[in-house]
């Protein structure tokens, strides 16, 4: 498929047709990376995706317990330092 560049200011753009968009699921933001000579447009990922379900994972494993034992012994700063108020 081709497409023409369109002038947007002192930069360019490129009008991306609307079934590409639905096939792509592209939506207000995307990732653009140089591959090459080619530009690769993707949807923006989202860093925390699927975090919830990796949690709920994890608690059912028993895989969500404190590595250190759940027993911090207390500092200088804790003894001496820390007040409450």
């Known amino acids: 498929m081709k497409a023409r560049l369109v002038r947007i ?9 609307k079934p590409l968009l639905e096939q792509t ?4 933001e995307v ?5 090459g ?6 949807a923006l990922s989202h860093p925390r995706a699927g975090w919830d379900e ?15 034992g759940g027993e911090l012994l207390p500092t200088q700063w804790d003894e ?6």
């Open 25 to 28: 699921g592209l939506r207000d």
């Open 31 to 35: 990732e653009i990376e140089v591959e």
């Open 80 to 85: 001496k330092e820390w007040e409450w108020r």
């Open 9 to 17: 200011g002192n930069s360019q753009g490129i009008r991306i047709p």
């Open 37 to 42: 000579n080619r530009l690769v447009i993707c």
């Open 54 to 68: 990796a949690f709920e994972a994890m608690a059912r494993q028993g895989d969500d317990v404190l590595l250190d």
